[in-house]
């Protein structure tokens, strides 16, 4: 009996230090599995909300530069934006009275046949709103106020642009990266954004995306981007987001 409770005690021993040491594995197993769970769900969520920032288009703009900060260095005024504002105007009330006066030419007696009167009216309208279209496309690059920004310390350039929309409503369009403004072939237009951008490889990192240009209504909101994405060699592609101005008529003589 006296030996037979030594081997009790130590049986029972053994049994407790099992039964710890499995608690306490599966404790550890549990914690690190929540720990692990924790970690996947904070990553997803991090990368939703990355794409998300991307499809919407949410990118903070290369220069983060307050206009307190930044120096006008060049004040360029468009000698005939007046005239292209006034002919605008023109073309757009012409076409909005057209549009008005054809139902009223339908209501009043006349010795035109039906198949005539539909022929002349669609005639006048097409007229008009081709002629509108003229001008808007025209026109809508012409520069009426160009400002050229320059932070001292960094030497960071901004030209900020203005030019109307088809209503008139200013439009002003701020190019970041201003090696990304080049010549155009496009009538009526002396500049635009490049589509591809060249850099020195070692000044851009593969893959990230920047600003090259914005473009704000008349109320300072960003109803555009133009981006780049940076590849091999210093290659950058750029792509639009939204509404953006990407041509634009300067009198360059007048820049000097």
């Not at 496309?137 to 520069?143: E, F, M, Q, R, S």
């Not at 954004?193 to 008349?218: C, F, H, K, M, W």
Request: some cysteine; charged content about 20%.
């Amino acid at each position: 009996m006296s030996r037979s409770l030594p081997t009790f005690a130590r049986s029972c021993d053994t049994l407790l230090h099992r039964n710890l040491l499995t608690t306490g594995t599966r404790s550890c197993f549990r914690i690190a599995l929540a720990s692990r769970q924790q970690h996947r769900s904070f990553t997803s969520t991090n990368l939703r909300r990355q794409k998300t920032a991307e499809e919407t288009g949410t990118l903070t703009p290369p220069s983060e530069l307050s206009h307190d900060k930044l120096e006008e260095v060049l004040t360029y005024r468009g000698p005939l934006a007046a005239t292209m504002r006034r002919l605008k105007y023109v073309t757009m009330s012409t076409l909005t009275l057209t549009s008005a006066a054809i139902p009223i030419m339908f209501l009043t007696q006349s010795s035109l046949s039906p198949l005539a009167l539909v022929s002349l009216t669609g005639t006048v309208l097409a007229t008009s709103g081709i002629s509108t279209g003229l001008v808007a496309w025209g026109c809508g690059p012409y520069v009426s106020r160009l400002r050229k920004l320059r932070e001292p310390e960094a030497g960071t350039e901004v030209v900020e642009m203005s030019t109307w929309s088809v209503f008139l409503r200013e439009r002003t369009t701020k190019v970041y990266m201003t090696d990304a403004l080049v010549k155009t072939e496009r009538p009526l237009a002396t500049w635009m954004l490049a589509p591809y951008i060249q850099r020195p490889p070692e000044s851009v990192v593969i893959g990230t995306e920047q600003v090259v240009a914005e473009t704000l209504n008349d109320k300072g909101e960003v109803i555009g981007r133009w981006l780049v994405v940076w590849g091999e060699e210093g290659m950058g592609v750029c792509r639009e987001v939204g509404k953006v101005i990407r041509h634009f008529y300067v009198h360059e003589e007048l820049l000097h």
